[in-house]
T-cell receptor, first 112, second 115 residues
Framework: RKEVEQDPGPFNVPEGATVAFNCTYSNSASQSFFWYRQDCRKEPKLLMSVYSSGNEDGRFTAQLNRASQYISLLIRDSKLSDSATYLCVVTLASGGSYIPTFGRGTSLIVHP | GAVVSQHPSWVICKSGTSVKIECRSLDFQATTMFWYRQFPKQSLMLMATSNEGSKATYEQGVEKDKFLINHASLTLSTLTVTSAHPEDSSFYIC???????????FGPGTRLTVL
């Protein structure tokens, strides 16, 4: 089983739709969680950190479920510019440091 | 978010040469920098974690003598691909963080093509 798993998609949705992605992780000792967005042939850009209490930033809401070991990202009122690959990142304590592990990403295509 | 630069943005070299990539955090002091490699349509693969003033920690399967990492200051880390071969052609991306626990800020990446 992979450490961090995401449905690769693609998720093909119309403008204005609400779409949700999940990301599961295998190690219950994982410490911190993030969502990044990566456009084609570009570097990842931080979308939001994910806290146990959940957090919201405009149209984006992230949740963490430690019991079931997954994080989620909800995008409301999708825009064409939301089309990208969404990566989840989970860090795990290792030898005094924290090692990040990326999921393979979920591809989102928002069409007119 | 914080700004991280990476240089060069792309490089083409002959097989057997060495290539040095610089990663700089421009507006904050990065205790930790990470180096990744990404092949087309694949996920980011962590190569090594670099902490300022100490030796880098390499992931399993990454040759430390081939991928030399130096993190001499809180704003600069370098990756040198020694004796590059065509199979080393990839997208190399660095990231910087206040600590390995915190969110990372990525550089724009370096596309390496080895002929």
């Amino acid at each position: 089983r992979k450490e961090v798993e995401q449905d690769p998609g693609p998720f093909n949705v119309p403008e204005g739709a609400t779409v949700a992605f999940n990301c599961t992780y295998s190690n219950s000792a994982s410490q911190s969680f993030f969502w990044y967005r990566q456009d084609c042939r570009k570097e990842p850009k931080l979308l939001m950190s994910v806290y146990s209490s959940g957090n919201e930033d405009g149209r984006f809401t992230a949740q963490l479920n430690r019991a079931s070991q997954y994080i989620s990202l909800l995008i409301r009122d999708s825009k064409l510019s939301d089309s990208a690959t969404y990566l989840c990142v989970v860090t795990l304590a290792s030898g005094g440091s924290y090692i990040p592990t990326f999921g393979r990403g979920t591809s989102l295509i928002v069409h007119p | 978010g914080a700004v991280v630069s990476q240089h060069p943005s792309w490089v083409i070299c002959k097989s057997g040469t060495s290539v040095k990539i610089e990663c700089r955090s421009l507006d904050f002091q990065a205790t930790t920098m990470f180096w990744y490699r990404q092949f087309p349509k694949q996920s980011l693969m962590l190569m090594a974690t670099s902490n300022e003033g100490s030796k880098a920690t390499y992931e399993q399967g990454v040759e430390k003598d081939k991928f030399l990492i130096n993190h001499a200051s809180l704003t600069l880390s370098t990756l040198t691909v020694t004796s590059a071969h065509p199979e080393d052609s990839s997208f190399y991306i660095c990231s910087a963080a206040y600590s390995s626990y915190n969110e990372q800020f990525f550089g724009p990446g370096t596309r390496l093509t080895v002929l």
